[in-house]
């Protein structure tokens, strides 16, 4: 078998070749799927490594598709969308995909995501000494200590929480309900504003150690949705 096992799950015929034809030149193995009954059916004949997925299906709403493969397996799942489906997106990531590109885009921002979620699913995201890391922020999951760049940033309890579930979800995008869940409790998944002036706080302290530009594109605002959280690995290496 070459690469890993990306299945396609799209139901227009000449995207799917066409995702198809390109993923299968770049290395990997390609399986495909029009429905979300053939979805299953791939799914359960042979797992895949990784799952594109349409949410816009004939049979059923591919967010199905997301819950059925997240039973089993935490495979990572990007989510190929249509402009303005957000109320699907937040849907198919609440139902645990990882990731979301809006349709159309280009294959070398597909071929990024599908590498970032791949890293991810390769390793544990804290290293051996308890810290995650992200360019030059760096959190210390014993010490529950914060340094940007070799400097202390002294974060409020609720601070730091949002941080290390955003450094824990490096290549991902996390929703706002998501966020919230997990930092205030299910009581508080409609509070967008409350996140919304952390975020800000966060991102204010966080800089006061380094130029704001050298925390560009760790922590960016997905419009509607949520958050996207860069990838670590990415950030050290050229995407090709
Ligand atoms: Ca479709």
Redesign the pocket.
Known sequence: MSGPVILIV???EPARRALADYLGRRGYAVLEAATAHEATRQWDAHRADLVLL?????DLDGVEVIRRIRREATTPIIILS?RGDERDKIAGLEAGADDYLTKPFATDELNARIRAVLRRAGGPDADAQGCLRLGPIELDTVRREVHVAGELVRLTPREYELLKVMLSSQGRVLTKARLLRAVWGLAYTDESTYLHVYVNRLRRKLSAAVPAAALDGLIETEPGIGYRIADHDSLLEPIV
């Open positions: 799209e139901d227009e349409d949410l816009g299906l004939p249509g």
